[in-house]
T-cell receptor, first 115, second 114 residues
Framework: ETGVTQTPRHLVMGMTNKKSLKCEQHLGHNAMYWYKQSAKKPLELMFVYNFKEQTENNSVPSRFSPECPNSSHLFLHLHTLQPEDSALYLC??????????????FGQGTRLTVV | AQSVTQLGSHVSVSEGALVLLRCNYSSSVPPYLFWYVQYPNQGLQLLLKYTSAATLVKGINGFEAEFKKSETSFHLTKPSAHMSDAAEYFCAVSAQNAGNMLTFGGGTRLMVKP
């Protein structure tokens, strides 16, 4: 398996549930990202991790909690979400967040529906 | 800070016709510029990128884009559209010292008519 893999591909959750999105990259990259793609807004950068350290939190509500245990794995823990959080959540990775080396490679996304 | 404006959320062309997707950017520092394509139920795939070398950038699938600093534009073109080009296209900008932290435009859905 190569590239950036996200699981699950689809997720339906209630507003009181707790769930997690998983992202795994097999590219040997050091930086990983979460983006949110809503129906009515441009793709938004949520979080950036570089060598497991969070380097960017783009004013994301605390009901979204990222975790990066190592350079290959990135999680997004979700709790008490709102219907407006329904979106496609995309994970990406790159060799370096500063842009040296390769560009960002994206996973296929997790389609989240909050009911 | 950076921002991107893509003119036209939907563009329709006939197969074989020229494809032109417009992108204008705003950046307070020298930018990197990107075009990504997204097919249905897929992630984003890089078409091409400008990183301050040649201003005319050639990408995959016959696409190219020209960086015009005076116009703050980075329009995407392809001489002859193919049915398989139907997808959503995103222009993105980043600062050169944070090259992979992307700010995206709203996207343009390209439709190709037979």
């Amino acid at each position: 398996e190569t590239g950036v893999t996200q699981t699950p591909r689809h997720l339906v959750m209630g507003m009181t549930n707790k769930k997690s999105l998983k992202c795994e990259q097999h590219l040997g990259h050091n930086a990983m990202y979460w983006y949110k793609q809503s129906a009515k807004k441009p793709l938004e950068l949520m979080f950036v991790y570089n060598f497991k350290e969070q380097t960017e939190n783009n004013s994301v509500p605390s009901r979204f909690s990222p975790e990066c245990p190592n350079s290959s794995h990135l999680f997004l823990h979700l709790h008490t979400l709102q219907p407006e959080d329904s979106a496609l959540y995309l994970c990406a990775s790159s060799q370096d967040w500063r842009g040296r080396g390769t560009e960002a490679f994206f996973g296929q996304g997790t389609r989240l529906t909050v009911v | 800070a950076q921002s991107v404006t893509q003119l036209g959320s939907h563009v329709s062309v006939s197969e074989g016709a020229l494809v032109l997707l417009r992108c204008n950017y705003s950046s307070s520092v020298p930018p990197y510029l990107f075009w990504y394509v997204q097919y249905p139920n897929q992630g984003l795939q890089l078409l091409l990128k400008y990183t301050s070398a040649a201003t005319l950038v050639k990408g995959i699938n016959g696409f190219e884009a020209e960086f015009k600093k005076s116009e703050t534009s980075f329009h995407l073109t392809k001489p002859s559209a193919h049915m398989s080009d139907a997808a959503e296209y995103f222009c993105a900008v980043s600062a050169q010292n944070a090259g992979n932290m992307l700010t995206f435009g709203g996207g343009t859905r390209l439709m190709v008519k037979p």
